[in-house]
């Protein structure tokens, strides 16, 4: 059953009950509409609270129906059907009230919520706006400020938070059932408030639109969602309730058919099956309890930040007491920034600082379920920290190497036990970015690889599972992607117009601008360990560049100029002297044609990765360049982006 009646006296409960999120698929709205004309007919019920069994609250549309034509009854209809109910509705939040469902809950009433919950308007990161008066009802609760916040980033606020902006009515704690009827009678020994369609919007200036459209623009890179949503919400503000929601939803059903909305569902649907791959559901994950890291650098800590954020206590194991000291002061700078950053409390910072041991004796990782070597890339390194970890961990650990293009069937060798041995490539910064790459290895078990993929889970990253290569996929991709940057280049093409197309066609920044804020030295470093192992290696633009100094913003110039204390980048006449004999006269090239170009050769490295079995799937490649490097999130992946469609 979706939706069950109950009465507790003069107060009506309906709760909702449809696994896992209670998902607003079409019997759920059929049983709902059913619901309101059943008490509206009940003179013995006085007011309504909606309820939701589970572990939340309607999180949502039923994603079955993602793509599909909508079915009657339709959401916006059952909003308003709720709204009029000649019984006044009260919505009793736990979990999540997400898209559909906090417009249901709009349609109510009075919200209350648990002190644990969260609400939000999540459409526009699947490429749409609300669709059934979230863009219109959300101004009346809490103001257009707080409404553009709301549903132009699509990300969703804890109730304490949503109660301070007028989202919700109270915040509760104890028995949620007991606490939403108590306020149900309390409501109805009151004045009813107008029903929030009824009530006015406090007008804003022309200046603020302005200013929010900038912004958004800004933020958005190229998404249209976003934009399309703060139109919709300035129509709310200057247009009638009925008006306004005519223009929601005619929006809605535009963008519902775009290619963006399109690429957008291709990551949702992509993410949700990267969590637990269809390969792995009859291995059983280790359990995960207590970590170790060995490094405490730059990556090591990250990750250690990162296991301590999920809760895990960690051991960090460095090689003298000097390096030991300095593990703790990284680590000790990544908690800071989160407080600075309002991400963390002192208190949340302490706590984690206080899971950590750090020492230099492998003795203390004998009782952890996985230890993370992050120790420097290089091969002989690597290989006596697991010597050690060989000799000191528990025969059942999970023991893995960090590793960016080492083979790790190297790093591994001799490894007793090398069933439990797992690449897990971390992205830096490890505890921000999403991805981790997972490289097993031919003799990694079943469960050990679903044990890299539930600490994927556990730390909310997106996992990928990757074959070893050079670079495995990310950057193997990368390294191509930069090759035809550096093509077009010699072709002619202003290095300053090539990072202009990249960032018109969605990317955050182009791919010179992207190598001088990492670093030219990085890459060259590792050509040239290639070139000394006796591999017949061209030399690249960027080996010249690094040649004469210029290894990026850290010396002052990279493939650009940087003014001292700048990041701006500006045009360099030392590169134009410098590659001069290598570049053709100039050749403008249209901006689109260039994105095409650099797109085209990433996908083309992906269809090779492929077909060599590196990736699993091209669905796996799209989530590691949007994760991992930056790809817009809107186009779907290079793999999506590039593949041939029927015309509509």
Known sequence: MTASIARHGDIATVTIDNPPVNALGQALRQALWDAVAALDADPAVRAVVLLCAGRTFIAGADVSEFGKPPVEPHLPELVDRIEAAAKPWIAAIHGSALGGGFEIAMGCRFRVADQAASVGLPEVNLGIVPGASGTVRTPRLAGVAAAVELVTTGRPVKAARARAMGLIDAVVSGDLRAEALAFARQALARPLPPPVSQRAIAPVDAAFWAEQEAAVARRSKGAAAPLR????????????????????????????????????????????AALRPAHLKDAAALPLHRAGVVGGGTMGAGIAAALRDAGLPVVLIERDAEAVARGLANLQAILDGGVKRGKLTEDQAA????????????????????????????????????????????????????????????????????????????FSPANVMKLLEIIPTPDTTPETLATGFALGRILGKIPVQAGICEGFI?????????AAAEALVRQGVAIAEIDAAAREYGFAMGPFEAQDLGGLDIAFLQREGARAAGRQLPETLGDILVRAGRKGQKTGGGWYDYAPGERRPQPSSMVARLLAGHVQAAAPMDRAAIASQLVGEMAAEGDAILNQGIARQGSDIDLVKIHGYGFPRWRGGPMFATRKRPAP
């Open 229 to 272: 949503a703060l139109a919709c919400l300035k129509m709310a503000a200057e247009a009638s309730f009925a008006e306004a929601l005519a223009h929601e939803r005619a929006t809605f059903l535009e963008l519902r058919g775009s290619e963006q909305a399109a690429a957008l569902r291709h990551v949702f649907f992509a993410e949700r």
């Open 474 to 482: 990310g950057n193997r991709i990368l390294k191509r992607y930069r």
């Open 351 to 426: 706590a984690r600082m206080a899971g950590v041991t750090a020492t230099t004796d492998y003795a203390a990782l004998a009782d952890t379920d996985l230890v993370i070597e992050a120790v420097f890339e290089e091969i002989g390194v690597k290989r006596a920290v697991f010597a050690e970890l060989g000799r000191t961990c528990r025969p059942d650990a999970v023991l893995a190497t960090n590793t960016s293009y080492l083979d790790p069937r190297l790093i591994a060798e001799g490894l007793p036990n090398p069933g439990r041995f797992i690449g897990l490539h971390f």
